[in-house]
């Protein structure tokens, strides 16, 4: 090719960023009456070296402080003074839970555009036009948590989304025995359209025991449990199929306990992946964790979500 004449435009462009994001929650329990006010006398004391701690709270200070680089003041109760509180479900005991996650983050972009023509000297005329994209992103996620003393109970039980794709929980709270222990837990419930997945025979449900995930905090490997034909789905094959009902909350608070069948639901896989997600009302107050999602068929062949969600008992 021997090229006479030419017209070239080249174009490109570029767009490159880092990004390093770190979140930390510091969660202290103990078992003293909720309503405090702190009196001059003890903020003046909680620059004083020589106050008493106890020997776990230093532990604890040291941890938090050494993790965070930040300086932990901290006031002596004795100079706390305090409203009574009406009478209560007895809480956990001292407890500090820390958590640190740190994400860092890198995306390039890169575009090249070749348009023109060129004339040969034996008289043709060629145009062209090329274009080039490059991408790249990169992310990876550390994260570390401490827990001391009488840390809350973590249980994981099963919610199926007939509605949605994603789980919502309720701002209100409802009085459950969740851990099987006795003593009920206050938890949100799942809205709009989604459920706890229980088992029951008699169409109520009194413990969370009849849940999934309440005993061991893996809710799909219990479920995995009833599978017993083997085939990865729990469906009519299996026979807890016709035990295992949704339980849900009306706008009143009042139970709701629907059949798989009444629901249209034909088959719930007990095979699921990770996917961390938390889930916050608006005012960005944690409600829950998810920690696992699968999914399940209706009768005529559609897809829907189950999520292990990790609620504070």
Do not use: C
């Amino acid at each position: 090719m021997k090229i006479a004449s030419s017209d070239l435009s080249l174009t490109s462009s570029h767009a490159a960023s880092q990004s390093m994001e770190v979140t930390q929650s510091l969660h202290v329990t103990t078992n003293q009456p909720d309503q405090v006010s702190i009196s001059k006398a003890a903020t003046d004391m909680a620059a004083s070296e020589s106050q008493q701690i106890p020997p776990e709270l230093i532990v604890a200070k040291l941890l938090v402080e050494r993790l965070t680089g930040m300086k932990i003041r901290t006031v002596s109760l004795s100079t706390v003074t305090h409203s009574p509180p009406p009478a209560a479900t007895p809480s956990p005991g001292f407890s500090v839970e820390y958590s640190q996650s740190s994400t860092y983050s890198e995306t390039e972009k890169s575009s090249f555009t070749a348009t023109g023509s060129v004339t040969t000297s034996d008289g043709k005329q060629l145009q062209f036009d090329l274009a080039v994209h490059m991408a790249r992103q990169y992310s990876v996620t550390s994260s570390q948590s401490i827990r001391i003393g009488d840390t809350a109970k973590k249980t994981d039980p099963l919610v199926i989304n007939l509605e949605g794709s994603s789980p919502t929980l309720s701002a209100a709270r409802f009085f459950f025995d969740l851990n099987s222990d006795g003593s009920p837990e206050s938890i949100p419930f799942p809205t709009s359209g989604s459920g706890f997945l229980v088992l029951s025979d008699n169409g109520q449900v009194t413990s969370g025991s009849q849940l999934f995930g309440t005993k061991t905090g893996q809710g799909f490997q219990e479920l995995s449990a009833y599978d017993s034909d083997r085939n990865g789905w729990i469906d009519e094959n299996d026979p807890v199929y016709s035990r295992l009902k949704i339980w849900s909350k009306s706008a009143s608070g009042a139970d709701q306990i629907t059949s798989l069948k009444d629901a249209g639901v034909g088959a719930i896989s007990v095979n699921p992946v990770d996917t961390p997600f938390d889930i916050k009302n608006q005012a960005n107050q944690l409600q829950g964790t998810v920690r696992q999602t699968g999914v399940y068929l209706t009768e005529d062949g559609k897809a829907g979500t189950v999520n292990q969600i990790d609620l504070s008992a």
